[in-house]
């Protein structure tokens, strides 16, 4: 079983609002990942970490900014929310090695009005 | 740039019969391939991992097989069940940089 918490669940929140979606993993991972999903689309890749101090942004632009202080904690952060954001945002991690396994959080699904 | 495809994008059947959904990939220059499975709203299980080096992998009545050179890949269910009903997502990661690239997903729908 995987140990990787995203919190919020769900976040209903009004426009211009600024929020911080928190991912955690307990797996001592370096690798972690956010993606977007839309409703019954395809998961795009936003931003992406290979350890501390490190970010990168994925295959699909994003008004969005992460960090990496900590190994086990990736938050994503929206500085103005706009309806356009409305999306769910899945994190996932993978570790060290050859396997290189990605394990996916539960998601946060955020609606901005 | 990688292309994932999967087909078919929905699928309905009896209980008891066996699943085979596919998935293609345009670049044979992966790392690994995973499936997944997605319940309505939640997010991602891992189900199945193939190495680029392995031809294929199984847990319990799944079983995954890897044809890297035509780029393709199959996920075969055995003996569906209701619980199975799901959408299910296969992946490639690239060789350069580990990103993983989704296809659209196959929903899975067993009728009890």
């Known amino acids: 079983e995987a140990d990787i918490y995203q919190t919020p669940r769900y976040l209903v929140i009004g426009t211009g609002k600024k929020i911080t979606l928190e991912c955690s993993q307990t797996?001592?991972?370096?690798?972690m990942y956010w993606y977007q999903q839309d409703p019954g689309m395809e998961l795009h890749l936003i931003h992406y970490s290979y350890g501390v101090n490190s970010t990168e942004k994925g295959d699909l632009s994003s008004e969005s900014t992460v960090s990496r202080i900590r190994t086990e904690h990736f938050p994503l952060t929206l500085e103005s929310a706009r309806p356009s954001h409305t999306s769910q945002y899945l994190c996932?991690?993978?570790?060290?090695?050859?396997?290189?396994?990605?394990?996916f959080g539960p998601g946060t699904r955020l609606t901005v009005l | 740039k990688q292309e994932v495809t999967q087909i078919p994008a929905a699928l309905s059947v009896p209980e008891g019969e066996n699943l085979v959904l596919n998935c293609s990939f345009t670049d044979s220059a992966i790392y690994n391939l995973q499936w997944f499975r997605q319940d309505p709203g939640k997010g991602l299980t891992s189900l199945l991992l193939i190495q680029s080096s392995q031809r294929e992998q199984t847990s319990g009545r799944l079983n995954a097989s890897l044809d890297k050179s035509s780029g393709r890949s199959t996920l075969y269910i055995a003996a569906s069940q209701p619980g199975d009903s799901a959408t299910y997502l296969c992946?490639?990661?690239?060789?350069?940089?580990?990103?993983?690239?989704f296809g659209a997903g196959t929903t899975v729908t067993v009728r009890a």
């Open positions: 992946a490639v990661s690239s060789l350069n940089d580990y990103k993983l690239s």
């Open positions: 797996m001592g991972h370096d690798k």
């Open positions: 996932a991690s993978s570790g060290t090695g050859f396997i290189n396994e990605q394990f």
